[in-house]
């Protein structure tokens, strides 16, 4: 009885001491391990998905939609668990085919994958039919796409998301930061259900916070319009491309940008041509031509060299370099003043402009070359980023003491080449010429949506320097409207309106020289009531490969019937008829 | 005529030791398996109390978690109205549509002087 009772102890000391040595292993030395295991199983950690800032344009004084989101579902299959044939059979007639992302045979070809992504961006309606369907191995992952209800318009100007929920290009690229917003965290307790319970001590709900809201200083109406006119211009001449915007010159606000031909930013996988995703007016800079007179005319009655009414002889061609450099338009030879140079756009008024500004008559000077390095560069800001809120180039201008500033290619800048800038410096500068010298950065951005939904808007834009004196610029209007005179015998430009602008045919390069075969036609200009300061700037561009445009015949149109829309959109009542 | 009252239960001291034995006191003690009875019926009422609760709790995060779907789905809705406002709304939409092919071309707005 004792022997047994001996055995009982010590056998229930053993199993005691092993349960205490398994607890304390258990419990103190595989500790973490465990409570990673119990969390793992009863915790669920997700992110709350921040929502992507919509963007809007202003519609008046109002802002408007123009990029939204909306939900979407992808459908993903397991290969190995899925019913080929029901799945083909059921699907084919729920899923529309621009979805698919993949043939159903090949996504269930293989057996082994357990993951394959059939189709994608499917709406609300096609995602419960799949969901109603219930079919085996077959998934929907929720997700949000972007919605663009005013179609292709601006699609170079707004970009887009890619898959990864990443801006692309434009707005969508350039404020990605802004819009995508920060994700937030849950961390909770779930049943067997996936239901989160309130019990636990270790529950984290750290908010997601959304993007903001951006609100485009582009107007919908403009820019509708704008491209409205370039593609006519475009389906009436051989032209491939053409691009445009329109500015307050008095805030440097910008109204419309417009890029031709444009895209589907829902169907951006499938574009071939991905030269359609630049903005033109912002990231492509290249030789403008003569518009840029309007800059070294500028410079030169700015340091009180000449006046519109100052002569100078026109031999139709001037010799820098050894190079002969002539006019495009061979007459008006002889005496003639500096406004009849810039009405025939004559290379000649511009390259003796430089010679002024040097104070030689007869040869180009490096001081002469300074100054209007000092004006391009300097003062109107070509060469360097504008600073407008979006992707930009900067452009080039040859420094005055670089190895390559040779004379004639600073004769060259007065008309426009040997040089490259973006049409937004261009306009930007040639804003501040005829607003009275002030020179604003430009902003596509207006403001932002609150959560509550209120408009709030952002500062309003301040003078960044003075490009020329009041005087210089009071001058540079009347020289630009002079240009126009014809306009206004015709009847294009209606009476009481003070219109001005100036064309600009540059030639194209091919193969690293200037061709005559490829040209590309401009016109910049401003608008407004006669007797007040312009209300308006557009400048619009058109070309194409092996095209030759022409300012006057292929780019003046479409500023002419912009410019006549913007004196109605703005309700600009005419001045001078008192 | 006597002056004095005397009390016939006697002295302080005399009554105390008189009344002593009136009421008798007895000790009596719970047994140890009353105790862990009684012990084991209150834990158990506690932890049906803490059960009852939980269950409570866990039924309202099964209304929460449903009253949640159900606002996101009306959330999306609403969303998906939104975009068919704005497409309804676009100016190509509104350019195109019946209304804008049966009116007339714009003519300029006259201005009258001041």
């Known amino acids: 009885m004792k022997a047994r009772e001996k055995v009982l102890k010590v056998g229930l000391t053993v199993a005691v001491v092993v349960i205490l ?9 595989q500790h973490d391990s465990w409570v990673k295991r119990a969390e793992d199983e009863h915790i669920v950690q997700s992110t709350i998905k921040a929502e992507r800032g919509e963007i809007y344009m202003m519609d008046g004084d109002q802002p ?9 579902w992808t459908v993903v299959i397991d290969p190995m668990l899925v ?124 908010p997601a916070k959304n993007g903001k809201n951006v609100v485009l200083s582009v107007d919908r109406n403009i820019q509708y319009r704008l491209e409205k006119y ?40 499938n574009i071939e041509d991905a030269s359609v995703f630049i903005n033109e007016p912002l990231e492509s800079a290249y030789e403008p031509g003569s518009m840029c007179k309007t800059f070294s005319f500028s410079a030169a009655i700015d340091q009180g060299k000449m006046t519109p009414q100052t002569t100078y002889n026109n031999s139709g061609y001037m010799t820098v370099d050894n190079w002969k450099i002539e006019n495009a338009y061979k007459g008006q030879l002889g005496t003639i003043t500096m406004q009849t140079g810039l009405d025939y756009s004559l290379n000649t008024s511009s390259m ?14 490096q001081a002469g070359k300074n100054i209007l390095y000092k004006y391009y560069h ?57 607003n009275g010298g002030e020179f604003y950065r430009p902003t596509v951005v207006a403001g932002e949506v609150a959560e509550n939904g209120d408009f709030l808007y952002q500062d309003s ?57 490829e040209t590309v036609g401009n016109y910049i200009g401003f608008g407004g009531a006669e007797g007040e300061m312009p209300e308006y700037v557009i400048m619009v561009k058109i070309w194409g490969d092996g095209k030759k445009m022409e300012g006057e015949k292929d780019a003046m149109p479409i500023f002419d019937k912009m410019s006549e829309y913007m004196i109605d959109y703005l309700q600009i009542k005419p001045g001078g008829q008192n | 005529m006597r002056n004095e009252y005397v009390s016939r239960r006697g002295t302080v001291t005399n009554s105390w030791s008189r009344n002593q034995n009136i009421v008798r006191h007895t000790t009596k003690r719970l047994g140890n398996l009353s105790l862990a009875a009684i012990f084991g019926m209150m834990v158990l009422i506690v932890g049906l109390i803490y059960a009852t609760q939980s ?36 100016i190509a939409a509104a350019e195109n549509s019946q209304v804008a092919s049966n009116m007339p071309d714009g003519k300029p707005a006259g201005y009258a002087n001041e």
Do not use: C
């Open chain 1, 21 to 29: 040595l398994q607890l304390f292993l258990i419990q103190i030395v």
């Open chain 1, 378 to 434: 300097d003062l109107f800001g070509f060469g360097e980023y504008t600073g407008i809120e979006l992707f930009e180039s900067p452009g080039v201008i040859t420094e005055p003491d670089a190895a390559d500033a040779y004379n004639s290619r600073y004769a060259n800048m007065t008309f426009g080449q040997g040089m490259q800038i973006t049409m937004m410096q261009l306009a930007s500068a040639f804003s501040s010429v005829i």
């Open chain 1, 461 to 517: 834009p301040e003078s960044i320097r003075t490009t020329v004196s009041t005087e210089t610029s009071s001058t540079m209007r009347q020289m630009l409207y002079g240009t126009r005179a014809y306009k206004r015998t015709n009847g294009t430009d209606k009476a009481g309106y003070y219109i001005g602008g100036k064309t600009g045919t540059s030639q194209g390069i091919k193969d690293g020289a200037y061709t005559f075969d």
């Open chain 1, 230 to 269: 370039l593609k006519e211009q475009m389906d009436s001449s051989t032209a491939t491309h053409a691009a445009g915007l329109v500015m307050n010159p008095q805030n440097g606000e910008v109204w419309a940008l417009a890029n031709l031909p444009t895209y589907d930013a829902t169907n951006y996988a």
């Open chain 2, 55 to 90: 269950v409570k709790a866990t039924n309202y995060d099964y209304e929460l978690s449903n009253i949640e779907d159900e606002i996101s789905d009306l959330e999306a809705r609403k969303e998906d109205l939104a975009v068919e406002k704005a497409r309804l709304t676009s």
């Open chain 1, 64 to 72: 408007t939609l123009v990029v939204m989101n909306e939900s979407s």
């Open chain 1, 83 to 206: 019913d080929a044939e029901e799945l083909e059979s059921t699907l084919s007639k729920i899923i529309p085919k621009d979805k698919m992302v993949a043939e159903f045979k090949d996504a269930t070809a293989d057996k082994t994958r357990r993951y394959y992504v059939l189709a994608r961006g499917l709406k609300r309606d096609a995602a419960e039919k799949i969901k109603e369907a219930a079919l085996v191995g077959v998934y929907l992952k929720e997700g949000n796409a972007r919605v663009y209800p005013e179609g292709q318009m601006a699609s170079s100007l707004l970009g887009f998301v890619n898959n990864d929920g990443k801006g692309q290009y434009g707005v969508e690229g350039a404020l990605d930061k802004e819009l995508a917003g920060e994700d937030g965290v849950l961390k909770t307790v779930t049943d067997v259900n996936n239901v989160a319970l309130s019990i636990g001590d270790d529950n984290v709900r750290v």
């Open chain 1, 352 to 365: 003796t402009a430089l010679l002024w500004l040097g104070g030689d008559n007869n040869q180009i000077t």
